[in-house]
């Protein structure tokens, strides 16, 4: 049996698995065993689980994904959404569409303090949804709106998500979250105007705006004030001290995961809406995300040790430079291929699963760059890509979590109405493959 017919068996047994509605960590790690046992045998593979799970977990750096983790949950149960989405309504309101635009700011500005994508659609939409459906927005343009939104959460740092390929590629963080810095931006800027485009193309999806003060929600017209910018102040606090820090190299970035956590803390206890029982949550949600991380890291290990002994990826990578393709070819195939995968997995299994096997393959590639930016480069544009599987059917994990919420719009019409932002999407993930210094461009200022 071939490396690559025994690779194809291992992840179709993987995938056959999830087919079954077996947890993603299970099948990996099921898939993973009969892949290593059938290679090696049982006692090499008991010998590799007696240190593999210990090595893995007592890692330093693996401790900023709960960190960054409870900050969100934090900043959840401390009623900071609600804040954000008031200010962001009020300096929108002049503007048609300017409401769902809000959205879309709101879920940037909780994404800096979160880092779960998941996360940051689900407690924007409480906030939101109600605004947007009662100022006569159509749910279609609503639940796209937030479903998209959402995605911003794993864009903008601090991003779990480029927490994982770091730790997976030995890169640094705080020049990883300083490459994806501008691209977060410019997902902000692209996803506004993708609303501004449809609801010009789409009548009767947002209301008309007579007044620059038509489209705020209620209070927001009074909520343009020293108040609101005080509500909004503790996460500019938070973000500046966090990022701040570790750019300027006052502390490592798990050291500022444990600031930014303990910051957002304090700041939730100042608005005085966070609850003994809110703060448990906290507590608890943070254990079961991480748990859950942590699991599918121990079956991603498992699977990437069994393929790593049929040789496929130095095999692959071998095999991709004998082909002689343009580099930006390999690279966007690559990307196609996340595109597809995002169909059956979710973002983070994808980078778990998939960067030991293609990591090799693009570093010895030739993009006239410095081994350092085309691996920053690279990791921004995984990030980028594998967003789309947030949105695009059939999984779209974000327009689950917000549909869900909107029981009465069909998922048919929240599908439609991530389409704009998916076509936005494609346009910067085509912008930042063609010109690396847009991701680049922050770094040179890390130390």
Not at 206 to 229: F, I
Request: hydrophobic share 60%; aromatic share 10%; net charge neutral.
């Amino acid at each position: 049996m071939t490396p690559i017919v025994l690779a194809l068996l291992i992840f179709g047994l993987m995938l056959l698995l999830m087919a079954l509605r077996t947890p993603i960590a299970v099948a990996m790690f099921a898939a993973g065993v009969a892949g290593y046992v059938l290679q090696a045998g049982w006692l090499p593979l008991a010998s590799f689980l007696n240190t593999q799970a210990f090595a893995r977990f007592a890692s330093y750096d693996l401790s900023v994904i709960p960190l960054f983790i409870l900050m969100g949950n934090f900043a959840t149960q401390g009623g900071i959404s609600r804040a954000l989405f008031q200010f962001a309504a009020a300096v929108m309101a002049r503007f048609q569409g300017g409401l769902a635009m809000a959205a879309v700011m709101a879920c940037a500005a909780f994404g800096a303090i979160c880092g779960s994508s998941v996360a940051t659609a689900a407690t924007i939409t409480q906030v939101a949804l109600p605004e947007l459906r009662k100022h006569g927005y159509g749910a279609r343009l609503a639940t796209g709106t937030l479903a998209a939104g959402g995605t911003l959460g794993i864009l903008i740092p601090p991003s779990v998500p480029l927490v994982i390929y770091a730790i997976l590629t030995e890169q640094n963080i705080a020049k990883l979250f300083a490459a994806a810095l501008l691209p977060g931006l410019l997902a902000v800027l692209g996803y506004m105007v993708a609303v501004a485009v449809y609801v010009r193309r789409v009548p009767g999806q947002a209301p008309a705006v007579t007044g620059a003060t038509a489209a705020r929600p209620p209070g927001a017209a009074a909520a343009l004030t020293w108040q609101a910018l005080g509500g909004v102040l503790p996460i500019g606090v938070v973000f500046a001290l966090v990022f701040g820090g570790i750019y300027a190299g006052l502390f490592t970035p798990t050291e500022g995961a444990a600031v930014g956590a303990a910051a957002t803390f304090v700041a939730a206890l100042l608005k005085r809406e966070i609850t003994w029982p809110g703060l448990e949550q906290s507590f608890l949600a943070t254990a079961e995300t991480s748990a859950m991380i942590f699991l599918i890291f121990l079956g991603a290990d498992l699977m990437n040790a069994a393929l790593a002994l049929t040789q496929l990826p130095g095999q692959l990578a071998g095999v991709v430079q004998g082909w002689q393709l343009p580099p930006l070819a390999v690279v966007s195939a690559i990307l196609l291929f996340y595109v597809v995968l995002g169909a059956v997995m979710d973002e983070m299994s994808m980078i778990m699963l998939t960067i030991p096997i293609f990591f090799p393959v693009v570093m010895g590639l030739d993009f006239g760059l410095p081994p350092e930016s085309v691996a920053l480069w690279f990791g921004i544009l995984v990030l980028m890509t594998v967003s789309f599987g947030l949105l695009a059917p059939p999984v779209g994990l974000n327009v689950y979590v917000v549909n869900r919420m909107a029981r009465d719009v069909p998922i048919a019409d929240s599908y439609r109405g991530v389409m704009p932002f998916l076509i936005a999407d494609t346009l910067r993930t085509l912008l930042l493959l063609a010109f690396p210094p847009i991701s680049l461009w922050l770094v040179k200022y890390v130390g």
